[in-house]
């Protein structure tokens, strides 16, 4: 009896040990394919879909898997979950890192991405019920479950019924579970401490990538202590046939002690000597990875990075080099130099090889447009109002502290929300940032809050000249709140009776779709007035200038020019180009529906 009971206690780790696998599995590639293709509410969703499908279909067909070996085909499905899963993983990466032909449908290559979601579902979906059945083989009257395990299960069991009772009528059920019923709910506990880990312990400890292979790893061990365990094999594992290796006794003492036939489904599990070999190369291979975990980690998404800013230019034009990057709470920051390598003059930079930095997807500061950027964002709609102490300026975002820089030129007194404050911990001192914002963080009427801008604007009861989005671009949903008609509405109430807001804007050329869904936001938020302009930079060094940011200028009401008589210097100077530029009334199209926070227009995001 000792023995059995050791094996159901061993089928019950196990089944936890692989639920715990296949949850964490449907959260890492829910969020891989939200990191490759954007959009995280529905990459998740269309991810949990697919993968119950798959998991349903797969359990479906477990009946058809041969009963007299349920053991060797658990130990298949095992290994093959640990080769295919972080396969999957590498083949989506691998998708957004190749340049893809146009001639290819976006349709086919949406779904080979989702590949590996089916095919992982697929397996997982035979787990529980082969746990299910070689439970009840070695179960069969309930006396083998161990007995923490019982008094556990019917103190929950008491409980829950007695809950049950206040609403419905409830008639107890006494002697003993069902296999499946033991079984299911080892699988559930191990599903919520999947998702519990992964949350709060493996992607924000160690990130995406090494993820997989811990999760791998968990699967190629269980296969390895099943075998072990359970199997008559042979512990050479080069050594005699597959039929030995099925029918031997192998030295396994709980094997040797299995004489009434109940659980030939285990000692009998025909394990293939490749297979086995095969696992066992796998395990050691993640067990290196996991063990380096933050090279790997650091080596592979370099690879990834580098190929994904090179394919954004015509082939051969530019090379990438990741130089740095770190994960705050909020955001990935991303240093890399970006050289040019094409024929002929560069038409992007000065110079050979320049600076950049990306947080996420989004291209943040490059040297060559730090200064145009900034002097977009600030220094022409300081033309609107009047410099001085008085003026009180809101920036959202802009962790940079460059703005701030700015606007300390003015003297005005300036009130600074960001999220991020590690990021703004470390561009203080950050040689990167240090060259432009000139230590503007100890400016004294500067008030930063480490905030989220949206709840900032909820609580507070200032009013504002000017408020500066200094944010990211529409690339993921984790920002959809900041393009949305409750914040922009909120941005309007917090303005003074002449003031404006000022924000970036993705060229509605390139972005036509996001461009139609922003107006007709920021219409609804009561915006009726938009002033839209380019700056402008001499970016290549070949006399002529280049268009650089879009930025557009939001009032409820008329405004005066920007080359009026509070016009600042760097507009006075630039006559030529924001002498033309006037206000027109805020368009409305038709048939577009704005963002909001609960109704979201996916349109208003971009894919990068």
Not at 136 to 161: E, K, N, Q, Y
Not at 223 to 245: C, K, Q, R, T
Request: proline fraction near 4%.
């Amino acid at each position: 009896m000792s023995n059995t009971r050791t094996d159901t206690a061993t089928l019950l780790t196990l089944t936890f040990v692989v639920s715990f696998c296949s949850f964490a599995y449907e959260f890492v590639y829910s969020e891989l394919l939200t990191v490759m293709y954007g959009g995280t509410v529905t990459q998740y969703v269309i991810t949990v879909g697919l993968y119950f499908f798959s998991l349903g279909i797969g359990a479906a067909l477990s009946d058809d898997l041969d009963g007299e070996t349920l053991g060797g085909n658990f130990f298949r499905t095992e290994v093959l979950l640990a080769a295919a899963a972080p396969a999957g993983f590498l083949l989506i990466v691998g998708l957004n890192s190749v340049r893809i032909p146009q001639a290819v449908p976006a349709e086919l290559v949406w779904t080979v991405a989702r590949l590996p979601v089916v095919v992982v579902g697929f397996l997982s979906g035979f787990e529980l019920p082969l746990l299910t059945r070689m439970f009840d083989d070695l179960d069969g009257d309930g006396s083998a479950t161990p007995s923490w395990l019982r008094t556990a299960g019917t103190r929950i069991h008491d409980f829950v019924v007695a809950a049950v009772g206040t609403l419905w009528t409830v008639e107890r059920t006494e002697g003993r579970r069902s296999g499946l019923s033991v079984v299911l709910a080892m699988d559930y506990v191990g599903g919520l401490a999947g998702a519990v880990v992964y949350a709060r312990v493996l992607y924000p400890g160690i990130g995406l990538i090494p993820t997989i292979f811990v999760l791998a790893l968990l699967n190629g061990v269980a296969a390895l202590v099943f075998v072990a365990h359970f199997g008559a094999w042979s512990w050479w594992p080069l050594g005699g046939d597959e039929a030995s290796a099925s029918a031997g006794t192998g030295g396994n003492a709980a094997a040797s002690a299995r004489t009434d036939g109940s659980d030939r489904s285990l000692s009998a599990a025909r394990v293939s000597k490749t297979l086995l070999v095969v696992c066992l190369l796998l395990t050691a291979t993640y067990a290196g990875v996991v063990a380096k975990h933050d090279a790997a980690d650091e080596r592979l998404s370099q690879l990834y990075l580098e190929q994904q800013i090179e394919n954004e230019y015509p082939p051969g034009a530019i090379r990438a080099t990741v130089t740095s990057q770190e994960t705050t709470a909020y955001q990935h920051v991303i240093r890399y130099d970006r050289t040019w390598t094409g024929t002929g003059p560069n038409p992007h930079f000065d110079g050979r090889t320049e600076r950049c930095l990306r947080l996420g997807a989004a291209v943040q500061l490059c040297e060559s447009w730090a200064d145009s950027y900034h002097e977009g964002l600030v220094d022409v709609p300081m033309s609107l109002v009047d410099p001085g102490p008085d003026t009180k300026v809101l920036v959202v975002g802009g962790g940079d502290w460059i703005a701030v820089d700015h606007l300390r030129e003015y003297g005005v007194t300036v009130d600074h929300v960001d999220l991020d404050g590690e990021f703004m911990r470390d561009a203080k001192t950050d040689p990167f940032f240090a060259r432009w914002h000139d230590d503007a963080y100890e400016y004294d009427r500067l008030n930063t809050t480490v905030a989220d801008g949206y709840r900032y604007l909820q609580k507070t009861n200032e009013t504002y000249d000017l408020v500066l989005l200094d944010i990211p671009g529409a690339t993921d949903d984790d920002l959809l709140t900041l393009y949305s008609t409750e914040f922009y509405r909120s941005v309007r109430t917090h303005l003074s009776e002449d003031g404006v807001a000022v924000t970036w804007g993705y060229s509605p050329d390139a972005y036509p779709e996001h461009h139609k869904a922003f107006v007709n936001t920021v219409g609804a938020a009561g915006f009726t007035r938009e002033l839209s302009y380019w700056v402008r930079e001499d970016l290549d060094d070949d006399g002529e200038t280049e268009r650089v940011e879009q930025f557009y200028v939001l009032a409820p009401g008329d405004r005066p020019r920007l080359t009026g008589d509070g016009a600042t210097r760097y507009v006075r100077a630039r006559e030529e180009h924001y002498g033309a530029v006037e206000w027109h009334a805020v368009p409305h199209y038709r048939g577009v529906r704005e963002n909001s926070i609960f109704h979201p227009n996916y349109d208003i995001l971009v894919d990068t």
